[in-house]
């Protein structure tokens, strides 16, 4: 903060820095904890005439939740990073720029760089198949209905799509959508919003995770309706991540780097039980196969990978590890495939490749 006075004095604090001690303004460095600072300034010619200002600093908000920016993305039969390169699956305009039905190398779009965000949708026969968030909030949207990449949204601050496009623009409300068709709920002041795994229409559920790490869920993805909105997980706290891995099962991280598992199969009374193995994790992710199916991925405190899947009761298996990936550092996964991103900046891919997914130059 800035402080003045109407004569050159000596300044003083009790608490915080001063960026100079003398002169008529003067720079306050406040105490980044908080509290009560009190200012003296003294007259230069008469050491005993003095005043006082008291002022109250308010701690600042502290999140438990990080805000998202997935730099890649794993979609349905394909991926996108944020260069911005596509591959794979190219039957709605997928892959910006490329004619070709399969695109099995990542082709580089020059007209977008240096995304902050990218999603992919888990779906095919989408509105929208894949957004870009860019650094200076603008979102941009292609395939499906948009052949080339196309500005829908500004000011934005976080977006994501996986089985619906979801997004916040920093103002303590959500966005949701199941293609173009923005919907609103002012209720929910969240910090992080994600849509989660599809239900019987394909439209997707939702998970809203609170700046308090706290947990909501809905089954449906772009109902503004109250009625129909996300319920809260009662109990559920300090959580920092929401993945999906069936219809009706999300798996939430804990600060402390355990997991468990929400069920909402119970329509509005989720409730979540801890996962056995589930512990040191850093980063998880995990999606629906189809009848029930589900698998995923753990990205340990050490950089190492392991997997899980659903087993015959519907509850994830104890992670195993997999071979071959060390010093991963975030993982995107879909029903066909998934990509690791490790520390240096390589991106390994990793599961099916009928449709090039894996962006090897094969199918």
């Given at each position: ?7 050159e004095?000596?300044w ?43 002022v ?50 990542a ?12 999603g ?29 990449p ?14 619906c ?8 409300q ?64 300090h ?15 804990r ?28 980063v ?16 340990m ?18 992670p ?8 991963i ?35």
């Open positions: 903060m800035i402080l003045s006075a109407s004569e004095v000596n003083s604090t009790n608490a915080g820095t001063l960026g100079s001690t003398r002169g008529t303004r003067i720079v306050l460095e406040a105490p980044r904890n908080g509290g009560t600072v009190t200012i003296t300034v003294q007259d230069l010619k008469d050491a005993t005439r003095k005043a006082f200002a008291v109250q600093v308010a701690a600042p908000v502290t999140s438990t939740v990080p805000w998202r920016t997935h730099t890649f993305a794993a979609g349905a039969k394909f991926s996108a990073d944020g260069s911005l390169w596509t591959w794979g699956l190219n039957n709605q305009f997928q892959v910006p720029g490329s004619k070709a039905g399969v695109v099995s190398i082709l580089q779009n020059e007209a977008l760089s240096g995304m902050a965000t990218v992919a949708s888990g779906y095919l026969n989408t509105d929208i198949t894949a957004v870009a968030l860019a650094k200076n909030g603008t979102l941009w949207a292609w395939g499906g209905d948009h052949p080339t196309v500005a829908i949204d500004r000011n934005i601050r976080y977006a994501g799509y996986t089985y496009l979801v997004g916040t623009a920093g103002d303590g959500y966005f949701t959508s199941s293609g173009n068709a923005r919907t609103t709920n002012p209720q929910i002041k969240e910090a992080y919003v994600t849509s989660v795994q599809n239900d019987s229409d394909g439209s997707g559920s939702l998970a809203v995770l609170s700046q308090d790490g706290t947990v909501a869920v809905s089954a449906f993805c772009a109902s503004s309706d109250l009625e129909d909105g996300p319920v809260t997980v009662d109990g559920l706290t959580v920092t991540d929401v993945t999906s891995i069936d219809e009706d099962l999300s798996i939430a991280l600060q402390d780097g355990s997991a468990v598992l929400i069920d909402n199969t119970h329509y509005r009374q989720p409730t979540f039980r801890d996962l056995a193995g589930f512990n040191s994790i850093r998880i992710a995990s999606a629906g196969q189809g009848d029930h199916a589900g698998c995923g991925f753990t990205i405190q050490d950089g190492t990978v392991r997997s899980f899947e659903l087993d015959d009761s519907r509850v994830p298996t104890v195993v590890p997999v071979p071959g990936l060390a010093n550092v975030d993982v995107s996964i879909t029903g066909s495939h998934a990509l690791f991103l490790r520390q240096d900046g390589t991106l390994f891919a990793l599961g099916l490749n009928s449709d090039g997914e894996l962006g090897n130059g094969i199918t």
